[in-house]
C-alpha cells in the first residue's frame, strides 16, 4: 500500500513546495484568469474614474488592489496546504506523528526566549536511530515597526539522555 494513499489531498507526493506550488498554480490558471482579468479591470477602471486626490490616498490605493490582496492571501493559503501536505507526507512515511502546532511556551531552549510573537507549527515527532525526535517549523519578530525583523527557522529537537 502506497502511504499517499491513507492521505487525502489535490497535490500528490509533496518533495519539493515550491516545485508543487508551480505545477498547482499552472492547473489553477486558467480558472483563475476570469478573477485576473476583473482585477486588471477593477483597478484599471478605478485608477480613471476616481478623483487623483482619492486614488494616491493609502485607502484608494487599498481600494484599487483589494482584488491582488485577495489573490495574494490566496496564494499564501495554498503554499501554507502544501507545506502542511508536506511535513504530513513526511511523518506517514516514517511512521511518525504529525501536529499542526506545538506549544513551545514550556521549551527551555534560548531561541524560544528571543524576540516576540512566537508561534510554531508543522511538527513531526517520532524515534530516529532510536532516539526521540521532534521537527517543526518556528518563527519569531525582533524589533517593531518599520525596524521589524521576522525570523523563520525548522527547528531539529534531539533528546539525548546523560550530559555533554
Do not use: C
Request: aromatic share 18%; no cysteine; proline share 4%.
Amino acid at each position: 500500500m502506497n502511504f499517499l494513499s491513507s492521505l487525502p489531498n489535490d497535490y500528490g507526493e509533496v518533495l519539493d513546495t515550491k516545485k508543487v506550488f508551480k505545477e498547482t498554480f499552472s492547473k489553477k490558471l486558467k480558472s483563475l484568469t476570469p478573477w485576473i482579468i476583473g482585477s486588471l479591470v477593477w483597478s484599471f477602471v478605478l485608477i480613471i474614474f476616481l478623483p487623483a486626490h482619492f486614488t494616491s490616498s493609502s485607502i484608494g490605493s487599498v481600494i484599487i488592489g483589494l482584488p491582488w490582496i485577495f489573490f495574494a492571501i490566496g496564494l499564501f493559503t495554498i503554499y501554507l496546504k502544501i507545506r502542511q501536505v508536506f511535513w504530513q507526507q513526511l511523518a506517514i512515511k516514517y511512521g511518525w506523528n504529525y501536529t499542526p502546532s506545538k506549544d513551545i511556551s514550556q521549551e527551555k531552549s534560548l531561541l524560544f526566549k528571543v524576540g516576540h510573537s512566537r508561534m510554531a507549527w508543522n511538527g513531526i515527532s517520532g524515534t530516529y536511530n532510536n532516539q526521540p525526535i521532534h521537527i517543526f517549523e518556528y518563527s519569531y519578530s525582533v524589533g517593531s515597526g518599520k525596524s521589524q525583523k521576522i525570523y523563520s527557522v525548522t527547528v531539529f529537537e534531539v533528546k539525548f539522555t546523560g550530559t555533554f
